[in-house]
């Protein structure tokens, strides 16, 4: 599914400020699976989660979907195949567009945009039942900006808006951590439907021990850039939070 | 001709130009200073098509084309070479001064006697009336384009990604391809507001665009002031306020002349204007703020 081999992104290389990001991580992770990220804080996590999305490319190694080298795509190219939800719920959805337009959008993913009128009846019905699923009483604001939500609102919907069009893969970016707990629970449950129901590959990254052990099949620890630890299901399911807390006790 | 009529068939011949620093400054939010050049490249082509021979309505289509051009390279430098989009913009409008001055041949030419727009196309017996008539069905027409071109899937794109480019990325668009498409819009409309004027004045003036950027944003401010003040999200709506925008400032210019401001003052008349405009919510929320407080 997706294969990262001996991937490295080094930041200012060359200069006083260098920083080896990444450093020779290889990764593989099984189609449908659930794989939890957690580290320190510029431990590259949120780097490797952006070579995989192509915002940013490898300086060295290669990414493979479906045994296709996608490390030098760009991410509007990539998005075809992999969706990604960032930490910051205003940067997922387009403030000034209305719920519609930005789920016309994200309807379109990876496909040309004409110059037509694409919104007929069908497909607002379409956006609107999918948005009750939510059950957070949206379906009824598709036409407010989406500025007027709050950020828990806006983070739903983003999550939403990636299964709009088939994805294989979802980087999710500590999609809950700006958010009250209430709200942050309520995404962090969507997120996890969204993934079973449609099969996804998601790799999440997250600071909350007990999100990173509640959720997912398959907990990584990354330091220095690097991959330090592995646990598949069953090691995971005999975690604790005290003892994944321990490992970030290094300093 | 009546001094405010005239001021404001001048504010529809900017119509183009304020939709188009609508695109570029207000959906893109990119200050393209391209304008004060490709405005004077409309009019610059228009007059060289027309003291030439050329049919009107390819001149002016030509003029348009050529103005897309401009907005393409400036998009072209931000996007490519990633040069600030004001400092992009501020290089294409000193090279375009070279090349309008070369297209014209010196620095200003006069097109009274040729047949232009307004003499092509007669809707009413008189001259001011019918320019104004012929006028108003060129902004119906680009009011009704816009309006289905921003309300499309492809404006849905370009909205957006003057909005969250991060997000529009997400879902497939090449946004610098895209800043590209809506440069070349925006200033295509600015060359024809330059065409227009060219004709409605009777001459291109190699030094006409200096400081049109400015009039046009005091527009587009005014209009923008309106969208917010009445919570307008329907792009069409958007479009209307905006030309709104453009003829109370001309207007507001005109009273200014007709008061007795010295002509030679007009640019710094403009200036203090857009200035006004530009403080005047700041002013009324620090007010606000203090009778609070």
């Known amino acids: ?251 | 001709m009546d001094f405010y009529l005239a001021a404001i068939i001048q504010a529809m011949c900017f119509g183009p130009l304020v939709i188009g620093l609508f695109l570029s400054m207000k959906i893109f939010n990119i200050p393209d200073i391209t304008t004060d050049g490709s405005y004077t490249l409309g009019a610059v082509i228009m007059a060289v098509g027309l003291s030439n021979g050329y049919p009107v309505m390819v001149t002016f289509f030509l003029a348009m084309a050529g103005g897309a051009l401009a907005g393409s390279c400036t998009a072209l430098i931000h996007t490519r070479l990633r040069i600030h989009a004001l400092l992009a913009g501020i290089l294409m409008m000193t090279a375009l001064y070279s090349v309008n001055l070369v297209l014209l041949g010196r620095s200003n030419v006069p097109l009274l006697g040729y047949v232009d727009l307004f003499k092509t196309f007669s809707v009413f017996a008189g001259a001011d009336y019918n320019t104004l008539a012929i006028l108003l069905i060129i902004l119906m027409v680009l009011l009704a384009t816009m309006s289905y071109l921003l309300r499309s899937d492809f404006g849905i794109a370009m909205r957006a990604t003057g909005d969250s480019e991060l997000m529009i990325r997400a879902q497939g668009v090449n946004t610098s391809r895209m800043k590209g498409y809506g440069l070349a819009i925006a200033n295509a409309l600015v060359a024809a507001s330059g065409a227009l004027m060219a004709q409605f004045q009777g001459f291109a003036d190699i030094n006409m665009g200096i400081g049109i950027v400015i009039s046009g944003l005091g527009a587009v401010i005014i209009g923008d002031t309106v969208i917010n003040f009445l919570k307008i999200s329907a792009v069409s709506i958007m479009l209307i306020c905006v030309l709104f925008g453009v003829i109370v400032f001309q207007l507001i210019l005109a009273t200014a002349l007709g008061v007795g401001v010295d002509a030679n003052l007009l640019k710094l008349t403009t200036s203090l204007l857009v200035l006004f405009i530009v403080a005047l919510p700041r002013v009324g929320s620090a007010l606000q703020l203090s009778k609070r407080s």
């Open chain 1, 1 to 251: 599914m997706l294969d990262l081999q001996h991937i490295t992104k080094v930041y200012n290389a060359g200069k006083a400020t260098e920083v080896a990001a990444v450093w020779d991580v290889t990764l593989h992770l099984e189609p449908a699976s659930y794989t939890v990220l957690v580290g320190a804080n510029g431990s590259g996590k949120s780097t490797l989660l952006s070579l995989i999305a192509g915002n940013t490319y490898v300086d060295k190694g290669s990414i493979r979907l479906h045994n296709k080298e996608i490390q030098r795509l760009p991410d509007y190219r990539r998005s075809r195949w992999v969706a990604r939800v960032f930490q910051n719920p205003l940067l997922g959805t387009a403030a000034s567009l209305t719920v519609l337009d930005n789920f016309r959008m994200a309807s379109l993913r990876g496909s040309p945009k004409w110059m037509k009128l694409g919104m007929d009846r069908a497909f607002v019905q379409a956006v609107r039942d999918k948005i009750a699923t939510l059950g957070m009483g949206l379906e009824d604001k598709l036409a407010q900006p989406m500025g007027t939500l709050s950020g828990g609102q806006r983070q739903a919907l983003t999550l939403l808006m990636t299964v709009m069009t088939d994805v294989d893969v979802l980087l999710l970016d500590e999609p809950s951590a700006a958010l009250d707990p209430r709200s942050a629970r309520q995404v962090m449950e969507i997120a996890d439907r969204i993934i079973s129901e449609n099969k996804l590959t998601a790799l999440l990254v997250t600071h909350n021990i007990s999100e990173a052990l509640r959720y997912g099949t398959r907990l990584i620890q990354m330091e220095n850039g690097r991959i330090v630890r592995d646990y598949d299901q069953k090691a995971k399911s005999k975690l604790d939070q005290t003892e994944v807390i321990s490992w970030f006790d290094y300093y």
